[in-house]
């Protein structure tokens, strides 16, 4: 795929220039934990796509997985983690990122977080994968929105923080192999040019590449994009956990229906009203998200039916519509009782595994360029994310990227001005329906590259993407709908090429073609980076092997 270096034409000697020590490029949890980490002498400029609580941030609902019950301990998560990944975490970033969770639940308690208790105590509820109660919610299926009230809050409050809403950001600027800032634009204005002497990339998920997902409108892999055509290395891209149950309703929006709900005991039927997950998986509803969604898609198959049903009729009444009001008032819209009806439900694209490399503190490959959350591939969820363990990285590595970022620009000494850079007009005059190709990716990568993947199915998604790319990506376009066009393309791109290189079962990853898990040979992690052979997938080295106990 022919990638340009910036989307745009620009001369920065004719632009408006901005200046800051560190910009951070999304407004999500990831990138408002990294602001509040800078140093108070530090100016920071957050610049989000939409407004702040538009984010994958503030549509989680089950919770933030933390040990905080004295049954529990610290050993349980990182094993519980480290099983659902498949054999494919960092053991050390799993032991960081989980040892840190009660630390970071008490400081958004202290920020205000108001948590759902009981006598004083955080409740707990317990989800697929988890050996034990050890999920703090709130408002029972709002958390990411209460904790997203309470960091912006906060944030807002902080001085030293500019916050610029509604501002997309085309691409990262580089100059002599490092990041110095960012190409902005706010309400269709010329772009701005903010150089930053550090950058962090925050900027979420891909789940708009596929035509189901949980994700809101704005999750169309812009950070994973624009880090790549800078040329830092990305990896896992191959890995998109798909959320088993999505609410499925001809015509209407994908709304999640919370990993919660089964967690509370809720029944995954068939269409014939038969439970059919004990016959797949000992855990039954309580297996990683991996194999719930590669069973109800079989299922499916089974049934030639195109969704099957969570059933919670089984459950006291009360309690169900008092944990779950947020899902009871979606499904009431269309004229269900979750309480006594059937919900039908199937897989969607929920949450991007791989993304931007990144080490303990948040530093890409890129120097000058540091990221954090979902735009990241940190190495905690391996092939598989577990339930809940999302919101827990976005906090950690928010805050290590914050404060690392931080230090190299007060160490760094790094000059602030405008560097001479220019990005020439594009020759390309093609004309087409950007929406038209946007809806016929989706589409492609929800039929070729879904839950369920095979190779004859994946080359013909990668021919399709080669063909749409040819006219799309050469084209300059002067509004959002083509960039995040030309965004999703290179993502999409991106995970078909090594979907196709992996060829094994891991994960989220499923190729039908080779079923079985290759931990002799694949136990490695695929990187992929503009300047390494024209960007195709590289084998990595070896993992470890996995350790007889955990630290």
Known sequence: ??????????????????????????????????????????????????????????????????????????????????????????????????????????ELVKWGTQFDSEHGELELGREGGHSHERIVHAQGDATGAEIMRAVIQRTRSLDRVRIIENAFTLDLLTHDGRCRGAIITQNGHEPMMVWAKETILCTGGAGQVFRESTNPPVATGDGQAMAYRAGAQLADMEFMQFHPTVLYIAGSSRSLISEAVRGEGAHLVDA???????????????????????????????????????????????????????????????????????IPVRPGAHYMVGGVTVDRQGRTSLPGLWAAGEATSTGLHGGNRLASNSLLEGLV????????????????????????????????????????????????????????????????????????????????????????????????????????????????????????????????????????????????????AEPASVR
């Open 1 to 106: 795929m022919m990638t340009p270096r910036y989307l745009v034409s620009f001369d920065t000697r004719h632009a408006v220039h901005r200046f800051t020590d560190v910009l951070i490029i999304g407004g999500g949890l990831a990138g408002l934990r990294a602001a509040n980490a800078v140093q108070p002498h530090q100016r920071v400029l957050v610049v989000t796509k939409d407004v702040l609580r538009e984010s994958n941030s503030t549509y989680a609902q089950g919770g933030i997985a933390s040990v905080l019950d004295p049954e529990d301990r610290f050993e349980n998560h990182i094993r519980d983690t480290l099983v659902a990944g498949a054999n494919m975490c960092d053991v050390d970033v799993v032991n960081m990122v989980v040892r840190e969770g009660p630390r970071r639940i008490e």
């Open 397 to 544: 590595y928010g805050a290590a990227a914050g404060e690392a970022a931080s230090r190299s620009a007060s160490e760094g000494g790094q000059e602030m001005r405008a560097i001479p850079i220019r990005q020439s007009v594009s020759s390309s005059l093609e004309s087409f329906d950007i929406d038209d190709v946007r809806v016929s990716l989706k589409s492609l990568m929800g039929r070729l590259v879904g839950v369920q993947r095979d190779g004859d199915g994946l080359q013909k998604a990668a021919d399709a993407i080669r063909s749409y790319s040819a006219y799309v990506m050469n084209h300059q376009f002067d509004g959002i709908a083509g960039w995040e066009l030309q965004n999703l393309l290179t993502c999409a791109a991106m995970m078909v090429n090594s979907a196709l290189v992996r060829t094994e079962s891991r994960g989220v990853h499923f190729r039908s073609d080779y079923p079985e898990r290759d931990d002799d040979y694949w136990r490695r992690r695929l990187t992929t980076q503009i300047n390494v052979d024209g960007g195709y997938p590289q084998k990595g080295e070896m993992l470890p």
């Open 272 to 342: 014939k009203g038969r439970r059919f997950m004990p016959e797949y998986d000992e855990r039954a509803e309580l297996a990683p998200r991996d194999i719930v969604s590669q069973s109800i898609v079989a299922q499916m198959q089974k049934t030639e039916h195109p969704c099957v049903y969570l059933d919670l009729s089984h459950l006291n009444r009360d309690h169900v519509l008092g944990r779950f009001p947020g899902i009871a008032r979606a499904c009431s819209k269309f004229g269900l009782d979750i309480a006594s009806d059937r």
